[in-house]
């Protein structure tokens, strides 16, 4: 089992999986090249893999159930060219069928040997997975009620979207002996740091332009005293130089306002009066007419592009002396080389200390290359965006208490 927060999970360990039929709930959604609906990223399906084959030497007869897209979005597609990727990954062949729970799934499925594998179709084509509900009501749809008499154990590996409360997720754990998969327990074991009070300090690095979800993490992580330190930047550390009185200036002024920000300007000033421990840039790196140039806070004369050399400093002492480091969000406009400097040298800086590091979100991730991995000593990449962001925020995840409550199916069935 793995505690979390409140929760205590089941986990690969927790259920006997030998020579059971096992039905894996995986996160499969990859971006999508416009044109050709070619695959352009495949680091989701590769990151399933130790699950997969855990099962596959167990001889679990393993049946992959998965999304890709929504209906009406250009990314909504069927799974063939995903399960063309998982064969070459693992190096075996892996079945595919046009179904999700209809006559011909349900007859592949009772098929399927042992050590075997079969991809069902975009879940997403099913209905019922585009409403979400509770898990006693989603215990109850079609999906459920078709697929869960066929089933020993379900699994799941998909923590990008434990956020969601849909069939595939919060459903079969109410009716099946269920577990979390190896990469969401990867997930897990990471996110308890958060929680754990002898893992301290832990730093906080926010930054980029969600500056809304980032006021409602620093909310939770102040109300429930979980950082020592937060440390801003991006449009988030704007929102909140103005909150403290710092004139940043009216060009700066006038792109929060049309992205529509001042009004969290209240908000931002209430949490800053909690008493929560936020450390706001000092200088910054700004465009102008003379091009680039390094401002103090209190003089800015452009447009902010990144932080500025004495915040990296001051921030890359306060990651160094860290036990637990979570990264989320850039410090400045990365997608232009100038102002990447910022955000690549406090990477640098949680990599090379003792931290453990957690790093969260597609554009720090992006930046991996360029900055020092190779020196951490403790990294973990979490796949889940909305899901992490949520967890952050202190706001439940529907497949996690699902997995949760699953406890008492498990006890049910070895008591039978």
Avoid: W
Avoid at 89 to 106: I, M, N, Q, R
Avoid at 157 to 164: I, K, N, P, Q, V
Avoid at 268 to 274: E, F, G, P, T, Y
Avoid at 383 to 402: I, K, N, S, V, Y
């Amino acid at each position: 089992m793995i505690k979390i927060a409140d929760l205590e999970l089941p986990t690969l360990d927790d259920i006997d999986v030998s020579s059971k039929k096992v039905l894996l709930r995986v996160d499969f959604n990859s971006p999508v090249e416009k044109e050709s609906k070619k695959l352009l990223d495949t680091s989701r399906i590769k990151a399933h893999i130790e699950t997969i084959n855990e099962l596959i030497k167990k001889d679990s007869s393993v049946v992959i159930i998965t999304h890709q897209g929504r209906p009406g979005d250009e990314d909504f597609l069927t799974l063939e060219m995903h399960r063309d990727v998982l064969s070459n990954e693992l190096d075996t062949e892996v079945g595919f069928v046009s179904d999700v729970f209809g006559p011909c799934a349900l007859e592949e499925i009772k098929k399927l040997g042992k050590g075997e594998v079969l991809m069902l179709d975009n879940v997403r084509l099913a209905s019922e997975e585009l409403i979400e509900a509770s898990p006693e009501v989603q215990s109850k749809t079609y999906l459920v009620k078709k697929l869960a008499p066929l089933f020993d154990v379900y699994v799941n590996d998909a923590f990008a979207t434990a956020h969601r409360s849909q069939p595939s997720l919060v459903g079969f754990p109410m009716v099946l002996p269920s577990a979390a998969g190896r990469l969401m327990e990867k997930e897990l074991v990471a996110l308890s740091k958060i929680f754990n009070l002898e893992e301290s300090p832990k730093v906080f690095l926010l930054g980029g332009g969600k500056v809304l979800d980032s006021i409602r993490i620093i909310e939770n992580l102040s109300k429930k005293r979980i950082a020592d330190r937060i440390l801003l930047g991006g449009l988030v550390a704007e929102v909140f130089a103005l909150a403290k009185g710092v004139n940043i200036g009216d060009a700066n002024k006038k792109i929060l306002e049309n992205q529509g920000f001042l009004p969290l300007i209240p908000r931002a000033r209430k949490v800053l009066l909690s008493g929560a421990p936020i450390e706001i840039p000092v200088d910054f790196v700004v465009e102008n007419q003379n091009g680039v140039e390094e401002n103090y806070a209190t003089t800015v004369k452009g447009i902010i592009k990144d932080i500025g050399p004495e915040t990296v400093n001051i921030y890359s002492t306060l990651l160094k002396e860290a036990k637990v480091v979570v990264l989320r969000g850039p410090m400045g406009v990365i997608e232009d080389e100038r102002f990447k400097t910022g955000t690549l040298k406090l990477m640098n800086s949680a990599f090379s200390s003792d931290a453990y590091t957690i790093i969260g979100g597609g554009h720090l991730i992006s930046l991996l290359q360029f900055a020092g991995v190779s020196k951490a000593k403790k990294v973990h990449i979490s796949t889940g965006g909305g899901a992490l962001l949520l967890f952050l925020a202190g706001e439940r995840l529907p497949a996690l208490d699902a997995l949760s409550q699953s406890i008492r199916v498990i006890k049910n069935e070895n008591k039978g």
